[in-house]
């Protein structure tokens, strides 16, 4: 028997099975496929069997795992295939929790793999919460942090907050997977995780803030005035919470109709089309840099925007263009042309304390010469 050995550490995942052949250094086992990721890199252990777990429908082996053997380098349909002494490198991960029923912190380290180190990760989040907060009733989870690549300067940022009444660190754990996934499967160049430090802020409270109105003092501007933007978000209980915002209109700026959009991060993220889809691989730098572009629920934005056409090149806005530079895009392979969401003037944000804030609104004012 061996063991698979996909998470070590504070907590341990992993999955055994029989030796088919051992020639020299060379190892085949199962008999089958594991989860058929093709060429992969998965340490693997001895394993001995305590005892058979009998069913009439498909009996079971309870084993334990043993000292260190190998690395299985192929999971195939036929088998598993691997070598023996030859060492895997895994991504460390850490992941600190601050909540009501528990504090403290967990390292780990998980295999290097594009398919299965997100859903690992997700696992080890969802573990560490549920070892100690609910996950029925309202909750609310902060998730924060970065994950490092190698070779690559930059870290994906992780500032997020989630909550609900059902689950909340299910959703929460998710957020730490999909910005991992999205920069594996999307990149020009293999990468691998260097490691993880992530913290989980977890109260068995409801927090969040809902947009309900939004409106201005002014109808009508000239450039150089200003425009005071109220927003009254309401929340469980009947709390409510308003914001006010100043924007001035600048010198020059062309007369029309302007857009107010107040909403969340990942409305906004939408409004200027960031949402995890690609059409075509992208360097890992600008991966990364997209991935931090992303607005998350710990905020609130407020969108300033016009009707104009604007475009985006490799991943990146470029709003209202000159029109001889628009001409070059409209004929540019790859730059798509945005005119529903127009072009954006100005952002502004703002934050609800430790409360997440959903819901979008939008208004118009008349800008005039």
């Not at 070598?83 to 528990?102: D, F, H, N, Y």
């Not at 201005?216 to 469980?236: A, C, F």
């Not at 909403?263 to 997209?290: C, F, H, I």
Request: with cysteine.
């Amino acid at each position: 028997m061996i063991s698979l050995q996909l998470v070590n550490g504070d907590m341990s995942v992993g999955a055994d099975g029989t030796v088919t052949m051992v020639d020299g250094n060379r190892l085949w086992a199962f008999g089958h496929r594991f989860l058929s990721v093709g060429n992969t890199e998965l340490p693997f252990t001895n394993a001995s069997v305590i005892t058979l777990l009998a069913n009439l429908n498909t009996s079971s082996k309870i084993s334990a795992s043993g000292s260190f053997l190998g690395t299985i380098t192929g999971d195939f349909n036929t088998a598993v295939s691997g070598e023996l002494g030859r060492p895997a490198k895994m991504a460390q991960v850490r992941i600190g929790l601050k909540g009501a029923g528990k504090t403290g912190q967990y390292r780990m380290e998980m295999v290097q793999d594009r398919i299965l180190s997100p859903l690992l990760l997700q696992m080890m989040c969802y573990s560490v919460l549920d070892g100690s907060e609910r996950t029925l009733g309202a909750s609310s989870v902060r998730l924060s942090g970065s994950i490092r690549f190698e070779g690559v300067t930059e870290p994906i940022t992780i500032d997020n907050v989630y909550s609900g009444d059902f689950n909340t660190p299910m959703v929460a754990s998710l957020g730490a997977a999909l910005p991992v996934a999205f920069a594996l499967q999307n990149t020009l160049e293999p990468l691998r995780i260097q490691n993880v430090d992530l913290t989980l802020e977890a109260t068995p409270e409801k927090k969040q803030f809902t947009i309900d109105q939004v409106w201005t003092e002014q109808k009508e501007v000239r450039p150089g005035e200003n425009i005071s933007i109220h927003v009254l978000m309401t929340g469980d209980g009947a709390r409510e919470m308003a914001k006010v915002l100043q924007y001035t209109v600048p010198v020059g700026a062309p007369a029309g109709t302007w857009n107010i959009t107040v909403a969340d991060g990942p409305t906004t993220n939408v409004g200027e089309g960031r949402a995890y889809n690609v059409t075509q691989a992208r360097p890992a730098s600008q991966v990364v840099s997209l991935l931090n572009s992303m607005r998350g629920q710990s905020k609130a934005y407020v969108r300033i925007w016009r009707s104009d056409a604007g475009y985006t090149l490799e991943g990146r806005e470029l709003p209202m263009p000159p029109p001889s530079v628009g001409l070059i895009l409209a004929r540019t392979p790859g730059a798509a042309v945005n005119p529903g969401r127009g072009s954006t003037v100005a952002e502004l944000s703002f934050d609800a304390g430790d409360a997440p804030i959903s819901g979008a609104k939008t208004i118009t004012v008349e800008v005039k010469e």
